[in-house]
């Protein structure tokens, strides 16, 4: 990211601070200050003043989360953060595939190789509704995204790695059908009154 991008995000943040409490209001004005500083410093010392001042509005917008405003710049991102802190990133179920179908399952081992591949359909489902998430939280922060799609944090290396993890290959309708495929089969199974489906 640029000195004049992160700069231009300053402008709008001194510009949100105006409109809330007192201290959202010094913080207006010091942000300003600290600007109008950098655009008119002497050419001699000019690089040196704005990239402290870029460095202050970074430090600013780490903290956004704590902002006063009406809604804090990303927070729609949270719950989808929240979703993903709760799926084992070594589990990777959203990039397994493969599994028994109901004519196989004839043995514990492929019993158990059902549950596996049932859990995975269903990740690979919640993988794609989070993804729906992030696309509506992506256009609810359409105007800050524009002037921070370049700051790299934790949360927004989090999104972008799920997003690249996403099951490109296949269409949500496909995933959802494998899903449901498989969801008949645990029926199949759970409703056998030995425990695994009989021979054919």
């Known amino acids: 990211m640029t000195t004049n991008q992160v700069l231009a995000l300053g402008r709008e943040l001194a510009s949100k601070f105006e409109d809330t409490d007192t201290l959202g209001r010094w ?3 010091y942000l300003s200050a600290m600007l109008d500083e950098a ?6 010392e000019s690089a040196e003043v704005r990239r402290r001042c870029a460095e202050l ?3 600013v917008w780490s903290h956004r989360s704590v902002f006063p405003f009406n ?3 990303m927070s729609s ?3 989808v953060l929240r979703a993903l802190e709760r799926i084992d990133p070594d589990a990777s179920p959203w990039l397994a595939h493969g599994g028994p179908n109901a004519a196989s399952l004839d043995s514990v081992g492929e019993a158990a190789a059902l549950a596996i591949a049932l859990e995975r359909s269903t990740m690979k489902v919640v993988a794609f509704v989070l993804g729906k998430a992030a696309s ?3 256009v609810l922060e359409s105007d800050w995204l ?3 799609s370049e700051i790299e944090d934790q949360d927004s290396r989090m999104v972008e790695t799920f997003r ?3 099951p490109h290959s296949q269409s949500a309708d496909e995933v959802i059908d494998q899903a449901i495929a498989r969801l008949e089969t645990a029926r199949t199974l759970l409703q056998h009154p030995t425990g695994v489906l009989p021979e054919e």
């Open 27 to 29: 913080m207006s004005h």
């Open 57 to 59: 509005v970074l430090e």
């Open 136 to 138: 509506l939280a992506d």
């Open 39 to 44: 655009d008119e410093a002497p050419e001699a």
């Open 164 to 166: 690249r993890r996403l």
């Open 146 to 148: 524009g002037l921070t």
């Open 71 to 73: 809604t804090a710049p």
């Open 77 to 79: 991102y949270d719950a």
